[in-house]
T-cell receptor
Framework: AQTVTQSQPEMSVQEAETVTLSCTYD???????LFWYKQPPSRQMILVIR??????QNATENRFSVNFQKAAKSFSLKISDSQLGDTAMYFC????????????FGKGTKLSVIP | SQTIHQWPATLVQPVGSPLSLECTVE??????LYWYRQAAGRGLQLLFY??????ISSEVPQNLSASRPQDRQFILSSKKLLLSDSGFYLC??????????FGPGTRLTVT
């Protein structure tokens, strides 16, 4: 069974600074998909960024980028120029793709952006 | 646009009462639909998924059930609520690259 581990329950960052959230996963699959979701206080789950395991290039979405290390089974999220609106829970998620209907989530990291 | 609606937004129910949470999806046909539960301070747990009308798969044995009476309607039910059923319930649909998109959620408190 796949597992997703987020080892940082809480983190804080000064506004305009950069922060990196960690995620590791365990799978025997060779191809799979990884995601970061943001859950602000409203509790709406918002897709931040996605990475396909067969793509070596790290995904980037504006201020959000990932560091995908397939051999190490690591998938960290970097937030640049942190903004107050980035304050939220961040969840790492995994799916093996075709034939699987389940997203496996980590327990989340609570990020606070300090003005 | 593809929008997911959930209602009610908030619900307080006594132990032993029935439950019905509704999820509807706009702007897409034959989506895969999902029900998740998020307990306080924890990640998401998949409860049910559906690949079509009348097709329900359960991931976790419990006193909850799901139904899909229409292509874009997904319902979560219980005949008798337990205290442990309290939580935040999220409906989701699949995207084009194995991602999932979530509705606004229902906060259920069982008293």
């Amino acid at each position: 069974a796949q597992t997703v581990t987020q080892s940082q329950p809480e983190m804080s960052v000064q506004e305009a600074e950069t922060v990196t959230l960690s995620c590791t996963y365990d799978t025997s699959e060779n191809n799979y998909y990884l995601f970061w979701y943001k859950q602000p206080p409203s509790r709406q789950m918002i897709l931040v960024i996605r990475q396909e395991a067969y793509k070596q290039q790290n995904a980037t979405e504006n201020r959000f980028s990932v560091n995908f290390q397939k051999a190490a089974k690591s998938f960290s999220l970097k937030i640049s120029d942190s903004q107050l609106g980035d304050t939220a829970m961040y969840f790492c998620a995994f799916t093996s793709g075709a034939g699987s209907y389940q997203l496996t989530f980590g327990k989340g990291t609570k990020l606070s952006v300090i003005p | 646009s593809q929008t997911i609606h959930q209602w009610p937004a908030t619900l307080v129910q006594p132990v032993g009462s029935p439950l019905s949470l509704e999820c509807t999806v706009e702007g897409t046909s034959n989506p895969n639909l999902y029900w998740y539960r998020q307990a306080a301070g924890r990640g998401l747990q998949l409860l049910f998924y559906s690949v079509g009308i009348g097709q329900i798969s359960s991931e976790v044995p419990q006193n909850l059930s799901a139904s899909r009476p229409q292509d874009r309607q997904f319902i979560l039910s219980s005949k008798k609520l337990l205290l442990s059923d309290s939580g935040f319930y999220l409906c989701a649909r699949d995207g084009s690259s194995y991602e999932q998109y979530f509705g606004p959620g229902t906060r259920l408190t069982v008293t």
